[in-house]
């Protein structure tokens, strides 16, 4: 069975930093390597929104929020994929969720909280 599981999420403080993993559990080495993974993220009261993607050759793409805040990057030998999040805002306040996507499957994770206080 196919899961994403994402953790590292917490309460943190308006400026600290905190790293969250999303592991493909289930999912072939050789699927991960070619899918393009994604970070996505709902707020209370709000739509899902990308965060940050990155594709199969690593390339990352940011959404304007998270530029210079936040990184995605993976590690294809241990089908992870990591987002490090720098200067925290209670507005990156969400559930934080983990995507794989590639031609044939569109699978996501059931998130991590994050909650940042001021």
């Known amino acids: 069975q196919v899961r994403l599981v994402e953790s590292g999420g917490g309460v943190m403080q308006a400026g600290e930093s905190l790293r969250l993993f999303c592991v493909g559990t289930g999912v072939s080495g050789a699927l991960f390597r070619i899918s393009d993974m994604g970070w996505y993220r709902q707020a209370p009261g709000k739509q899902r929104e990308l965060v940050a993607t990155?594709?199969?050759?690593?390339?990352?793409n940011y959404a304007d929020f998270a530029k210079g805040r936040f990184t995605i990057s993976r590690d294809n030998a241990k089908n992870t994929v990591y987002l490090q999040m720098n200067s925290l805002r209670p507005e990156d306040t969400a559930v934080y969720y983990c995507?794989?996507?590639?031609?044939?499957?569109?699978?996501w994770g059931q998130g991590t909280q994050v909650t940042v206080a001021s």
């Open positions: 990155i594709t199969s050759g690593g390339n990352g």
């Open positions: 995507n794989l996507k590639s031609s044939t499957y569109d699978w």
